[in-house]
């Protein structure tokens, strides 16, 4: 179909169908032309490739992954928007319309059933109510996947590709960089959507690591250390850990002092390579 991403068509494509917008599904559909050719390429679509999609809407983004990937698997919960799909992408035979909550997907399974030989990424225009979890799921369940390129609000982009150790970083910031080393691609006006969020969105990549930065012996522990230090931000690190992990503080000093990190610092100050530390010594001090 030509000009999908032209507002006019995508207007009397909606009214035609009698859709109406779905707030709790988080749906703002892009109408910039410019956004989704530029997600694609950056994305890492081409020969070879194969793509995961969350949320394609009503194809969009799906069209121009299309034209680049040998094959896209795009997963919608709107059952809605299936017809319009039907209609919007009937010039490609190398999209499949998964239906269904992209929380609740096997994604392992759909990577093993759908891709075969191909090299795996993802990239989507993300539903906002959900993105930690999307990302967390997608990088926790170590798939065999290159990549993630997603378009999130602005704020989250900045956060999750913040450096550690300033105070832009967060919780999400220090878990993601274990799995995936990620970077800002390029910001995307509220205007470019329809219709508009009240907030501006960035697209970002998240290139997914070989091999962990840092040795860590129970990476659930860390990841709890990560979240307690973060949750009461403000606090010293002695005090945030020993309150959200119910551990007394001659516990946590002995950890603190093994790993190197002062009892007075704040979360936001810590690299992940003293989280794990942190993590490690409280491990050994639990064998104990
Ligand atoms: N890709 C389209 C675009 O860029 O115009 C639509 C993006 S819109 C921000 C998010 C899409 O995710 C909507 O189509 C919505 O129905 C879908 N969605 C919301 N929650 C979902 C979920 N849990 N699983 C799969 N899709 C979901």
């Not at 993630?148 to 993601?176: D, N, Y």
């Amino acid at each position: 179909m030509d000009r999908l991403s032209d507002i006019g068509t995508i207007k009397s494509i909606l009214s035609r169908h009698g859709f109406s917008f779905s707030k709790a599904l988080g749906q703002n559909f892009l109408v910039n032309p410019n956004v989704c050719p530029e997600m694609a390429r950056l994305s890492g679509a081409g020969e070879g490739v194969g793509v995961i999609e969350i949320g394609p809407g009503i194809g969009v983004l799906t069209a121009e992954l299309a034209k680049l990937a040998d094959k896209v698997v795009s997963i919608e919960l709107d059952k809605r928007l299936l017809p319009v799909l039907d209609e919007t992408l009937a010039g490609f035979d190398n999209v499949t319309i998964v239906n269904g909550d992209v929380m609740e997907v096997d994604l392992r399974k759909l990577i093993e059933e759908e891709f075969e030989e191909l090299d795996v990424v993802v990239c989507a225009n993300l539903p906002y109510y959900i993105t930690s979890p999307v990302i967390m799921k997608l990088l926790e369940e170590r798939l065999p996947i290159r990549s993630i390129t997603v378009m999130v609000q602005k704020e989250a982009a900045q956060r999750i590709t913040a450096p550690l150790g300033t105070r832009a970083a967060g919780a999400v910031t220090a878990s993601v960089s274990y799995y995936a080393e990620a970077k800002t691609l390029f910001k995307v006006s509220a205007g470019s959507f329809m219709p508009p969020p009240k907030v501006d969105s960035a697209v970002i990549r998240l290139d997914i690591r070989p091999q962990p930065p840092v040795s860590v012996s129970d990476e659930a522990l860390m990841f709890s250390v990560i979240r307690a230090s973060f949750a009461q931000r403000r606090k010293t690190i002695l005090n945030s850990l020993s309150n959200s992990l119910h551990l007394g503080k001659g516990d946590v000093s002995a950890a603190l002092e093994k790993a190197g990190v002062s009892p007075t610092a704040r979360a936001e100050q810590l690299t992940l390579g003293e989280f794990a530390a942190v993590a490690n010594a409280l491990h050994e001090n639990n064998g104990k």
